[in-house]
């Protein structure tokens, strides 16, 4: 049978959060109440208690009353929330998590969602699904449902709401609990990572195709932001027995405040796990912007590409080059797993070579002599190759490397 988590503030939304436990209930499914509220007595009806979840945090749920202060009280159920739905995953008593509420329930929730590995089902349903809902999904598979109404009582219209988001998540569960129940340990072959950009397709592509012959299943990132956060997330969580990533370009906007970024840890997660990773230096030659007219002032002057109507490209300068090779560097050099590098001396991605509008060797050559003066002295192993990334051979090379490494 299987067992949904509910993850409810219960000092505010009693009522709603009983209705989700019977109506889960008349389908079979088995629930865990968890109580986030921070002045809920959750008396008879709460499987974990608010006081427990503050515990599990490492803290008091009298002094976060004394203190009356909501948010860090919400920062702490929140933290410890994630701990006990980890748990109770780990303990193989978890199934799916359904939660529901405006902002501050929310938040607390989608913490607790974003501890879950990916595949285990997660419904939030928000008053905040009109809005930016990245704090809420991160970079796992939340699936988000607006509420439409506040989340404020049992009526015909929450009630429809509510219902769907009952029977969503009662089937995602059953089929979760199938699955786990049938999966027999190592009857799959190896996952491998690899980041791709539209301008470097073929390289990935290449790839790609070389690793499925080896016996690997590849599992490829678009490397827009979420792309590099979802694939270091997999890796954190154990799914992945290798990294290709051969597209490092959420870096550039990271620097430069594009619109791609992945945040200033992005390429430290995998090397933090100890996996084996071959990484290089794709599509560094650009920035990522919206629309042309959207594109800061203090950029006026630089070279551009109008990618599309809603993405223009900015080429990065030898002086932007060198630190993204320094940044490189320093963040492999840390890795705790074996690394690899490998630089397409010709070009960084479709446009970045001889004719195309974003040819600069000697920008590049910056990026390749920070990199390497980063890395001297290390155990990451630099090789440098006589063409562009996505001419034959470079793409196979690098996965050849990859292979040795995950066998090693």
Known sequence: MATVGLVGTLDTKREEYIWLRDALAERGIETVLIDVGTFSDGVGIADIAAGDVAQAAGADIAGLRDANDRGAAMTTMSRGAAVVVERLHGEGQLHGLLAVGGSGGSSVAGRAMQALPVGVPKLLVTTMAAGDVSPYVGAKDVTIMPSVVDVAGINRISRSILGNAVAAIAAMAEAYAERAAEQEP???????????????????????????????????????????????????????????????????????????????????????????????????????????????????????????????????????????????????????????????????????????????????????????????????????????????????????????????
């Open 186 to 408: 190592g009857d799959e072959p190896h996952l491998i990572g690899a980041t791709m950009f539209g301008l470097t397709t073929p390289a990935v592509d290449e790839a790609r195709k070389r690793l499925t012959e080896l016996g690997y299943e590849v599992l490829v990132f678009h490397a827009t932001g979420a792309g590099g956060r979802g694939m270091e997330a997999l890796a954190v969580d154990g799914f992945l027995d290798g990294v290709l990533d051969l597209t490092t370009t959420e870096l550039v906007d990271d620097l430069l405040g594009g619109v791609l970024s992945a945040g200033p840890d992005r390429l430290e997660a995998v090397g933090a796990a100890g996996l084996p990773q071959v990484v290089s230096v794709g599509a560094l030659d650009m920035c990522n912007f919206g629309p042309k007219e959207t594109v800061p002032e203090k950029y006026a002057g630089r070279a551009f590409v109008v990618h599309n109507p809603t993405v223009t490209l900015m080429r990065t300068t030898a002086e932007e080059m060198a630190e993204l090779g320094r940044r490189i560097g320093r963040k492999l050099k840390a890795a705790t797993g074996p690394v690899e590098v490998y630089l397409p001396l010709r070009g960084l991605s479709g446009i970045d070579v001889s004719g195309g509008p974003f040819f600069d060797p000697e920008a590049d050559a910056a990026c390749f002599a920070a990199l390497k003066k980063e890395l001297a002295g290390s155990d990451v192993v630099v090789h440098e190759l006589d063409c562009a990334i996505n001419d034959p051979g470079f793409g196979a090379a690098a996965a050849d490397a990859l292979h040795a490494l995950v066998r090693r």
